[in-house]
């Protein structure tokens, strides 16, 4: 079993950055593929981003992509989400998860408690 936290959420103005952090403990880091979600009020939960268990692949949802990245420290074991030129729309709740497979799945097997995100106008 591994238990992730988020930190890193925060307010930012519209056009601003944030670079979120999900800190990975219990079990070896290298073996989870991990991925990020955000929920928004009054919507469900949505897939953000993901990073391989070997970290050579990555996929974006088509609204974040070309503005956010995520990536992995294996030392650390952290996965990082850095999100850039952020739009109000990009307000919500992020949940780092993880999944002991080399890809992530559509409904991971762990999550953290979430960080939230405001974007201003």
């Known amino acids: 079993q591994v238990q992730l936290v988020e930190s890193g959420g925060g307010l930012v103005q519209a056009g601003g950055s944030l670079r979120l952090s999900c800190a990975a403990s219990?079990?070896?880091?290298?073996?989870?593929?991990m991925g990020w979600f955000r929920q928004a009020p009054g919507k469900e939960r949505e897939f953000v981003a993901d990073?391989?268990?070997?970290?050579?692949?990555?996929n974006y949802a088509d609204s974040v992509k070309g503005r956010f990245t995520i990536s992995r420290d294996t030392a650390k074991d952290t996965v990082y989400l850095q999100m850039n030129s952020l739009k109000p729309e990009d307000t919500a709740v992020y949940y780092c998860?993880?999944?002991?497979?080399?890809?992530?799945?559509?409904?991971?097997?762990?999550w953290g408690q979430g960080t939230q995100v405001t974007v201003s106008s």
């Open positions: 998860a993880a999944d002991p497979k080399s890809e992530l799945t559509t409904t991971p097997d762990y």
């Open positions: 990073i391989s268990r070997s970290g050579s692949r990555t």
């Open positions: 219990g079990r070896t880091f290298s073996s989870y593929a």
